[in-house]
């Protein structure tokens, strides 16, 4: 087992990340990459709508299908959530806004807008105005 530098899960201005090279049992080199690397390669081969090596090596198989698109994406949203998570359990204060933080702003602003607001009601006398404070 070696490592082996791939152009996949880098940070800016690095040329690439090293990654765990192993012996197969027929003795071939097989390239394994991170999670995180793996969803680089992934946008990496959205991005140029072809498939990549773990090496990063094009390969000549023609663009991409829609099902292979879609598995590529749906990776990387994956890891995207991922990433989230683990950055809401590490550090709550870089969290992102979610939709279920909106949901409750939301509900914040219609309830300070409820305040002074009233209902009427009809009943057998007529009408009857109610505040909802009361």
Avoid: C
């Amino acid at each position: 087992m070696f490592k082996v530098r791939v152009p996949w899960g880098s940070k800016k201005g690095q040329d690439g990340s090293e990654a765990t090279v192993v012996k197969s049992k027929i003795g071939k080199d097989v390239i394994l990459l991170t999670p995180h690397q793996k969803a680089s390669k992934a946008a990496e081969e959205l991005r140029a709508n072809q498939k990549y090596t773990n090496s990063g090596i094009p390969k000549n198989s023609g663009p991409l299908t829609a099902v292979e698109r879609a598995h590529r994406s749906a990776y990387v949203s994956a890891m995207s959530d991922m990433q989230d998570l683990h950055n809401a359990k590490n550090n709550p204060s870089q969290l992102k806004r979610t939709k279920q933080s909106r949901v409750e702003r939301r509900a914040a602003k219609k309830q300070q807008k409820s305040t002074g607001m009233h209902v009427l009601t009809y009943n057998h006398s007529g009408a009857t105005t109610h505040s909802l404070d009361d």
